[in-house]
């Protein structure tokens, strides 16, 4: 029986058998109509939530957007400078606009706009959205919400808020101006493309918090979350994957390759 998805995401969902992949295991494989927000394909735990990472880009992009701090695809242009995030070298050492931001994935740039924003605006516009549980409020006693919330910190969301928010994005659905939404997804990249359908979609990657405060590296969480078109059809995608052992490679690219390795046999299984 299909499972209605409602614009905000509270569905509730069957657990199903979790596929497990050489070092990594699916957490979340959900695909949903984006403009009836049925969900089509439903497999693991889709409902607990767990930090955005860089999938948060997104609805930071219309965040921006509306707040007129983005004007277009390449406007803002900011300077990159010493002491901001340069951790994936060259591609984030250089002067950064909104296109760039989101081909690099860019973690300062998204600094800079989370603090023209503010956390007021920030929680204002998540909960609008129906983005997780909203909280900008960073690690606790840390004053650095606006630096890492989204980053295996205080802003957590689940898969189904994850489809839930892209279904309205997708539909020209948020509580925002059409032109918004489209500036918005005109930033979100193709991953790839499979038996006619084209997918566009942000990935995320990040590290779970041990007891001690340390980043667990063995076991990263990945994301690929986004849409598919393919002629009139639009549907909205979720992978959340999360691996057992250390890995050279991003879960956030990992994850997204496999989805779009798996799109044909999961659409195919929809008849579609």
């Avoid at 948060?56 to 007129?68: E, P, Q, T």
């Avoid at 010493?82 to 989101?102: F, H, I, L, N, S």
């Avoid at 007021?120 to 998540?126: G, V």
């Avoid at 919400?145 to 997708?170: H, Y």
Wanted: proline share 3%.
């Amino acid at each position: 029986m299909l499972v209605r998805l409602s614009l905000f995401a509270a569905a509730l969902a069957g657990v199903f058998a979790l596929s497990v992949p050489a070092q990594a295991r699916d957490i979340c494989t959900l695909i949903a109509d984006a403009a009836t927000r049925t969900v089509l394909h439903q497999e693991g735990d889709c409902e607990t939530r767990v930090t955005p990472a860089s999938t948060f880009k997104v609805a930071l992009a219309v965040m921006a957007y509306d707040a007129g701090i983005i004007t277009s695809a390449h406007e803002p242009k900011l300077p990159f400078k010493e002491g901001y995030a340069d951790w994936m070298g060259d591609a984030w050492r250089q002067d950064t606009d909104p296109t760039m931001w989101m081909v690099n994935s860019t973690v300062w740039y998204s600094q800079r706009l989370a603090e023209m924003l503010g956390a007021e605006k920030l929680t204002a516009y998540a909960q609008k959205f129906g983005y997780g549980n909203a909280d900008f409020s960073g690690d606790p006693g840390r004053n650095n919400g606006l630096e890492r919330s989204w980053i295996s910190s205080s802003l957590k969301i689940s898969p189904l808020e994850q489809a839930g928010f892209v279904a309205a994005l997708v539909d020209g659905k948020l509580p925002i101006s059409a032109a918004v939404m489209a500036g918005a997804m005109e930033l979100v990249q193709q991953g790839g493309a499979s038996e006619g359908w084209t997918l566009r979609g942000k990935t995320g990657s990040a590290y779970p918090r041990q007891a001690d405060g340390n980043f667990d590296r063995a076991r990263g969480w990945g994301w690929y979350v986004g849409w598919a078109e393919k002629g009139d059809q639009k549907l909205v995608f979720v992978r959340l994957a999360q691996d057992e052992q250390r890995h050279q490679v991003s879960g956030g690219l990992r994850a997204r390759d496999e989805l779009v390795e798996d799109w044909a046999g999961l659409v195919g299984g929809l008849g579609l």
